[in-house]
């Protein structure tokens, strides 16, 4: 169990370009989930997959986003047309789904977005 | 909908005081209550949950008990040391066991 990976760590990107970030859970839970999470404040829900059925998403997540989990394992959150308010750590975590589980999170991705 | 307050910091303490950190929830259902932990430089670390009222969570020597009366889930610690200086979190997961609601976080200072 290596836990949850998210790869970039950092991403520096200029605004109007587009962005993807990439989550690997641990293997054997089936629950995916994205969060948002700026600077002093707490993580905010972005959306979740079960396996690979997106499941709910946020307002939060506009159109310019869109989260893909293709085979049921990893997932990947694209935004299209950045803009600076998209500067935040986006954290991605896992569950097996059960009402008194905890997640696991990653160590999240640094967007900038100058 | 949903929602999570918890006291605002900083909070800075002197090793070996004693640490709460007030925590109060909004819900329709009857939700599971976590705290969650993030150290410096790292991610967030699940710290300790209770899934119905009167459980009590506790790990690390530190404590939160599930009130439903007063809708609380204060975390507590009875002598902190410098290494719990970290932003601690309260969340929920409602009944359905989907999504965290987290409140804003409260940063804690623990000096020698």
Not at chain 1, 54 to 69: C, G, I, M, P
Not at chain 1, 72 to 77: N, R, V
Not at chain 2, 81 to 93: G, R, T
Request: glycine letters at 10%.
């Amino acid at each position: 169990d290596t836990g949850v990976s998210q790869d970039p760590r950092h991403k520096i990107t200029k605004r109007g370009q587009n962005v993807t970030f990439r989550c690997d859970p641990i293997s054997e839970h089936n629950r995916l989930y994205w969060y948002r999470q700026t600077l002093g404040q707490g993580p905010e829900f972005l959306t979740y997959f079960q396996n690979e059925a997106q499941l709910e998403k946020s307002r939060l997540l506009s159109d310019r986003f869109s989260a893909e989990r293709p085979k049921g394992s990893f997932s990947t959150l694209e935004i299209q047309r950045t803009e600076q308010g998209d500067s935040a750590m986006y954290l991605c975590a896992s569950s097996l789904g059960q009402r008194s589980d905890g997640y696991t999170f990653g160590s999240g991705t640094r967007l900038t977005v100058v | 909908g949903d929602s999570v307050t918890q006291m605002e910091g900083p909070v800075t303490l002197s090793e070996e005081a004693f640490l709460t950190i007030n925590c109060t929830y909004t819900a329709t259902g009857y939700p599971s209550l976590f705290w969650y932990v993030q150290y410096p430089g790292e991610g967030l670390q699940l710290l300790l949950k209770a899934t119905k009222a009167d459980d009590k969570g506790s790990n690390k020597g530190f404590e939160a008990t599930y009130r439903k009366e007063t809708t609380s889930f204060h975390l507590e610690k009875g002598s902190v040391q410098v290494s719990d200086s970290a932003v601690y979190f309260c969340a929920l997961s409602e009944a359905a066991g989907n999504k965290l609601t987290f409140g804003g976080g409260t940063r804690v200072l623990v000096k020698p």
